[in-house]
């Protein structure tokens, strides 16, 4: 039996405060973007599924620890759920505690073209500093890239530059790494330098401003894939255009 792919959808924002309408402005967001789902299901102990009939007002009164418990959309064939948790100060750029939301769905055509719009209205609903979507397995390589020590290596196993841990960043707004398609508020566009009109005409081909003032990025036509030399390519590229990222230095002028 072969696993479902997943997309991987986080975004990172500023901490959660009680009565925080963002969890609501999320969920709304994320069922406008693909109306073929309803996230109206609480994951309960042992994985056991919970109706929740006033969802939007159950979200507002389940704002705990920084965060919102999973929920779903009931359909163990066809799994969609989303999340939010505290990310602690300890962990975070600047040394102030942020929001994450994690959001998972299947990898198929329907999420492929309603990813950006996913990601836009997570990111938004969030009023997220930064994101990305990007399929399942990203994590083990970025991972790689992550610099734990001075005299580690200057590039990634698959020769991309080595990034610095997320808590070394001064900055929240500063994009940690690049994920498939990605979310950068005004404030994160503003500290990459993006766009300049004469070096990213390519990525603005595939970007598209968000009502807030930020810009959803697609680095690559389909779903980012690490054995693709050409989504490699891609991602030197970027890095190499936008070194802030990864608070490897600040942007050229």
Known sequence: MTTRKRLTLIVYAPALLVDDSRPVAIVNGMEKALPSIRLEWEVGEGGRLIALPRR???????????????????????????????????????????????????????VIAAAAALLEAVAEGARAFWGHASPYGYGSEVAQQFRRSPDGPEQSPRGLPMLNMPEKSPRPETPSFLGWVNYWSAAAAEVIGFPDPARDAELLTRARRTPSGGWIVQLTETPLDYDNPVHVEALKRTYERFPAIGARSTPLP
């Open 56 to 110: 939007d007002e159950w979200l507002l009164a389940s704002i705990e620890d920084g965060g919102f418990p999973l929920i779903c959309n009931g359909d163990e064939s066809y799994p969609v759920t989303v999340n939010g948790r505290d990310r602690s100060e300890l962990f975070s750029p600047g040394g102030q505690a942020q929001f994450e939301v994690h959001g998972k769905l299947p990898l198929d055509a329907p």
